[in-house]
């Protein structure tokens, strides 16, 4: 098995020129643009020769450049105990999430579309973590609620891919399209509640 290029040597350099073309690949999606690695290189001031020892191809280059968030909670300290009220909390931050990383999030979204992609190029993230920590309180107070595939159906029609569609094809605002996402989740969570 073959060892990492970043794992040898002087490892604190490395990371720091990894860390330069990530970031140079993010500005460059952030204008519209899609990167290639020499391009990459020459943003972030390394050489073709060694920005291809870190990413052998674009799409490693992208991927890379995904968003890597990962608070624990996206609920605030002393939260409700209203699962509207929690829930509304969560779907607000992370509407914001999805708009501060949108190139990036755009370019994973079309990577996994790839015909032969390997999954997943969209990131399992902890979205569906943070919606189930809004609905909690839900196993106490209605425990008929399966909790968890409640947070799967919210997730499906709050994150990057649903936004892509009401902006694209639908024509939403991005403050439209935040208050779509967002009543589309209240209303899963009234239909799971009425059930």
């Known amino acids: 098995m073959s060892v990492p290029y970043e794992a040898t040597g002087r490892t604190r350099q490395k990371s720091r020129t990894r860390q330069a073309l990530v970031d140079a690949t993010r500005e460059l999606l952030a204008r519209g643009l899609t990167p290639q690695v020499e391009e990459a ?17 674009q799409r490693a280059l ?15 300290p ?10 509304d909390l969560v779907v607000r931050a ?6 501060d990383w949108e190139p990036q999030l755009r370019t994973s979204l079309r990577l996994s579309l790839e015909t032969g992609a390997q999954r997943p190029a969209l990131r399992q993230g902890h979205a569906i973590g943070w919606i189930e920590e809004a609905l909690a309180p ?7 609620v399966d909790v968890h595939a409640l947070a799967v159906a919210i997730r499906s029609a709050i ?3 649903s936004l892509v569609w009401l902006l694209d094809v639908a024509g939403q605002s991005r403050d439209e399209a935040a208050r779509t996402v967002l009543s589309t989740a209240r ?3 009234a239909a799971a509640l009425a059930a």
């Open 78 to 87: 002393g939260a409700s105990a209203d699962p509207r009220t929690r829930l």
């Open 41 to 57: 290189a020459e943003h972030a001031g390394v050489s073709r020769t060694t920005a291809y020892r870190y990413f052998p191809n």
């Open 159 to 161: 994150g990057i891919e």
């Open 138 to 144: 839900l196993r106490e107070t209605h425990p008929h």
């Open 187 to 189: 209303a899963l969570l």
């Open 94 to 99: 992370f509407t914001r999430y999805n708009f």
């Open 62 to 76: 992208l991927v890379a450049a995904h968003p890597q968030l990962a608070p624990g909670s996206l609920l605030p």
